[in-house]
């Protein structure tokens, strides 16, 4: 019970830093769900800015908040801008979360990622499982930008081992989303049962769980593990809500529902669904 309070008022105490501080977040992320990442920042409390162009990532992140790189539409061009904004972010001592989209299936993916880690330090990787276990040299096995075949057969503590693996490599914190998605700083770890199967059927949700960790760590750099927990739960919970909420397979629907429930929640919901184990 002393730790479920403790979570709780961590959790608590994350959310209204956000309200605080209305983060700004440096977005340089992929063309195909700006638009979701960007309204779901503002539905989180956040301000988002989305800018891409060498000539004024430096300018951009340096008055930001927290910087969010998404590597789902990379190009070479992206990669300067990525490293360049990153090493600024690293100066001022903000959060950088790094979402390694597709990791293992192309050399430029993978190579870009790799550059990216040499010279940027990372507060968060966000993926799938597939994309976190390819971190880790010589177990690529990736289908597109989505999980294995073999990979969805991992039990969660078989997700928890990888991530603790890749968090003390690139010391960080390591969030894997999955059916039980998996946060852990390499030592501590928690477990969000929350979602349902038909938020994959739409195209961003995975993008979004990045856009909201801008916000959260842009409110919260003090407390990376918390914040990291607090914003992939929200996707969970705000998911689930939203899909409970349909009577058919309504898929546009859900997209906007869950924006809607992202900006309307309130705390006692969030943690009355909220589903966690915690070690």
Do not use: W
Not at 241 to 259: D, G, M, Q, T, W
């Amino acid at each position: 019970m002393e730790g479920i309070i403790q979570i709780k008022n961590e959790l608590k105490k994350v959310k209204k830093n956000i309200e605080k501080n209305r983060p700004l977040v440096h977005n340089i992320t992929n063309y195909v769900t700006v638009n979701d990442c960007a309204n779901i920042q503002l539905a989180f409390g956040g301000s988002p800015i989305m800018a891409d162009s060498i000539l004024e990532v430096e300018e951009v992140v340096s008055v930001c908040s927290s910087l969010v790189i998404n590597i789902g539409t990379i190009n070479e061009r992206t990669i300067e801008s990525m490293i360049r904004a990153g090493e600024m972010a690293n100066i001022k001592e903000i959060p950088v979360i790094l979402d390694p989209v597709g990791y293992g299936f192309t050399k430029l993916r993978t190579d870009g990622v790799d550059e990216i880690l040499s010279k940027v330090k990372v507060s968060v990787i966000k993926g799938n499982i597939s994309e976190i276990k390819g971190l880790l040299k010589g177990n690529n096995d990736i289908n597109g930008v989505d999980v294995s075949t073999a990979d969805k057969e991992l039990t969660k503590k078989d997700i928890f081992e990888i991530a603790k693996k890749v968090s003390k490599v690139h010391n960080c914190v390591v969030a894997v989303t999955s059916k039980v998605d998996v946060v852990t700083d390499g030592e501590r770890v928690v477990y969000l049962s929350n979602g349902n199967h038909i938020m994959s059927d739409i195209t961003g949700t995975g993008c979004m769980i990045g856009a909201l960790l801008g916000v959260s760590l842009g409110g919260n750099k003090e407390n990376i593990f918390m914040g990291t927990a607090y914003g992939v739960g929200m996707m969970g919970v705000c998911g689930e809500i939203a899909a409970n909420s349909l009577e058919k397979r309504e898929l546009s629907r859900l997209k906007n529902n869950i924006l809607d429930k992202v900006g309307s929640i309130k705390f006692e919901e969030f943690m009355e669904v909220l589903n966690y184990e915690h070690n």
